[in-house]
């Protein structure tokens, strides 16, 4: 009946489909969505027309349902959360990577498109230094995500709670605050959070954004709020989507003024994402311009992202420009995942071994794994002494077939048991005769308990009862026998029925 729960939990995984066959099966369709990806860019390009991704996106589709299922399950073991989050991590990546396919294929549909409006790929996550989402930031992206949908009250609620807590994202808040406050006719109250922020914050980079909004507010004291201005935001970006292919050099001008003005934040995204789309100078200058700090910090973490887009070796040469001048870990952060977009091996290593911040460093790992670094990423792992760094290498490789002799030589050699546990999960996702012949030997010369629970979750992953039964049948452990059949009881095999027809029958 346990078993019968688990299935229901997990809202339509067919019938025997475990955590394990859950991580599996969202692995392979987004490595499907990669594919599929990757094959429609080579056709369109090869045409010099658009063919739309149904296919890759349908894949990413289903493995995420995948990983959403696998998050309904109670009682996931170490091993199988560990896979979720990476999971959760690589199938981000892919979106964007898809996102980035798409705005390219936009590029060669030119001017001549169906007017869609453009929507920016959602890639930024602001984090705190330490890598991590904080409280503050939860409120922050609550916040703007009221606003998106102009609920105005919940957008001054978040942000007044974000701007109490007086952190980073303090005078940001204070901001947007007074622009909900605004949006809302408050116009007194959003003078007065315009004021907070220049007194306690002179030198905030939201400065000039809230003198924009101050002027703003002035002018509209005593008018009524007007609907109608919110619903033209679409056709203005339809309007300036046409006018970036046909006449950059007028649209330029006006989508700088846009992200000058006290937009809100969809249309500020939007403009920047128009612009990014442009192939001319003037454009290109607006979105260097902002990548260096030429406005607010969500404004530049974008206009950073957006060069990776680019990946020409001017963008790539300005973003190592960047990086080494920055001393800010969020800016750097930004600049690595810009260079995990355009694929830039290179420049990815050399973080690697070059950065000091730990957390600097498993971005670009990151970042190494989605731009299909196997051979950088294993030279790095021969060379690394850290055991925190050796497991990031280890979770950005890809679990295939052909990693599995050297995953099981490491396995074998490896000293320190956090590093071995990895690299026994990870042979654990990979369904091969190998592994199902080493596991076992493994076990019974292994000391370390967690890594013999992870080498007993690998042979669950397996399906190798058989190797369960002998194991429960010899181990003196009574938590790790317990271990033992409890995985056996979730297993349709004959060996483990019999074994556990036998248990009861003692």
Not at 346 to 355: Q, T
Not at 449 to 473: C, E, G, H, M
Request: proline share 5%; charged share 30%; aromatic share 6%.
């Amino acid at each position: 009946m346990k078993r019968l729960a688990w299935v229901l939990a997990a809202q339509g995984l067919v019938w025997g489909q475990t955590p394990d066959d859950a991580i599996r099966l969202a692995q392979q369709d987004a490595l499907q969505a990669q594919q599929m990806a990757d094959l429609a860019r080579r056709q369109a390009e090869a045409l010099k027309e658009v063919t739309t991704d149904f296919g890759a996106a349908n894949a990413l589709q289903r493995a995420n349902q995948q990983l959403l299922q696998l998050q309904s399950m109670p009682a996931l073991n170490m091993q199988q959360q560990d896979a979720m989050r990476r999971l959760e991590e690589d199938l981000r990546l892919r979106k964007m990577d898809l996102d980035l396919r798409g705005r390219d294929l936009a590029f060669m549909q030119g001017p001549g498109a169906p007017p869609v409006p453009p929507v920016p790929p959602k890639v930024w996550s602001w984090v705190g230094p330490e890598g991590k989402v904080t409280d503050e930031e939860r409120l922050y992206r609550s916040g703007k995500s009221a606003l998106e949908d102009r609920e105005w009250d919940k957008a001054v609620s978040s942000f007044r709670r974000v701007a109490d807590r007086k952190g980073a994202r303090a005078d940001a808040a204070l901001y947007w605050l007074a622009y909900a406050q605004n949006k809302m006719g408050r116009r007194g109250e959003a003078q007065a959070t315009l004021a907070t922020l220049l007194r306690d914050f002179p030198g905030s980079r939201w400065l000039d954004d809230a003198k924009a909004l101050d002027l703003e507010v002035k002018q509209s004291a005593g008018q009524p709020v007007s609907p109608e201005s919110e619903a033209d935001e679409d056709l203005k970006i339809l309007a300036l989507n046409g006018m970036i292919h046909t006449d950059p050099e007028r649209a330029t001008p006006v989508l700088q003024n846009l992200l000058q003005k006290s937009t809100s934040p969809r249309l500020k995204e939007r403009a920047l994402f128009v612009l990014a789309q442009s192939k001319a100078p003037q454009a290109r200058e607006v979105i260097v311009k902002l990548a260096r700090g030429g406005g607010n910090p969500d404004l530049q973490y974008k206009a950073i992202e957006y060069l990776g887009y680019h990946n020409t070796a001017e963008s790539r040469q300005m973003l190592g420009d960047l990086y080494s001048g920055a001393s800010d870990p969020l800016v750097k952060r930004a600049v690595i995942r810009s260079y995990a977009i355009g694929r830039d091996k290179e420049r990815l290593v050399a973080v690697v071994r070059g950065e000091q911040n730990a957390e600097l460093r498993k971005e670009a790992i990151r970042g190494l794994g989605q731009s299909g670094a196997d051979a950088e990423l294993w030279q790095l792992y021969q060379g690394e002494q850290n055991a925190d760094t050796k497991v990031e290498i280890l979770r950005a490789l890809p679990g295939n077939k052909e990693s599995i002799d050297r995953l099981l030589d490491y396995a074998k050699s490896e000293k320190d048991p956090k590093v071995r546990r990895e690299l026994v999960q990870q042979v654990g996702y990979i369904r091969h005769p190998k592994a199902s012949e080493a596991l076992p030997g493994m076990y019974a010369g292994e000391s370390d308990v967690t890594v013999r629970r992870a080498i007993l979750d690998a042979l669950y992953s397996q399906k190798n009862a058989k190797a369960l039964v002998d194991i429960a049948k010899t181990e003196k452990d009574a938590g790790l026998r317990r271990n033992v059949v409890e995985r056996l009881s979730h297993m349709k095999s004959k060996e483990a029925q019999d074994y556990l027809v036998e248990l009861l029958n003692k």
